[in-house]
């Protein structure tokens, strides 16, 4: 389990690394190195995603490890409160960007070659409230971005934690 600190406030996310093993061993990775802290929820868009994982509050992206294997196949869905892998249209192009699904968005779910879809990998199981409370935040532009909160979500820090 890993809990988030935000400037909107804490929220856990219990992860499942027998279902997408590759995914959660790199997301580890980042949240021991302190990736995290720092990072801003760079995208939030109501009724849809809210995504962080990989920009400061300036818009700048942090570096990142090579990317990973996409695990879209491993039949875990991309239900509301759930998290997935962020990527390009590169199906293995994730690294450190992750987002929350507001609502079930089953069209994001593998579907084939054609429609790989995103990696679930974790899901909220603590603080579903803060969550909304991200997603119901002012938004604009910024640096070339759509969707970014014009008060930045801010993670003060992202920690292990023990089931309890």
């Known amino acids: 389990m890993v809990k988030f600190e935000t400037s909107l406030g804490d929220f856990v996310i219990a992860l499942d690394p027998s279902r997408a093993p590759v995914t959660v061993a790199n997301f580890l990775q980042y949240v021991d190195d302190g990736h ?86 974790a899901r909220v199981v603590e603080g579903m409230d803060v969550i909304d409370a991200i997603a119901a935040v002012k938004t604009g532009r910024k640096r070339g971005h759509e969707d970014v909160p014009l008060e930045p979500v801010v993670v003060h820090a992202a920690r292990r934690v023990e089931a309890g």
């Open 36 to 121: 995290f802290d720092g990072t801003v929820f760079h995208r939030v868009i109501p009724g849809f995603v809210i995504q962080g994982g990989g920009m400061t509050a300036d818009m700048s992206q942090k570096p990142t490890r090579r990317p990973i294997e996409n695990e879209a196949t491993n039949g875990l869905k991309n239900l509301r409160g759930t998290l997935s892998m962020a990527r390009t249209n590169d199906v293995n192009s994730a690294t450190s960007q992750f987002f929350v699904n507001l609502v079930d968005n089953a069209f994001l779910d593998h579907q084939g070659p054609r429609n790989f879809g995103y990696a679930v990998f």
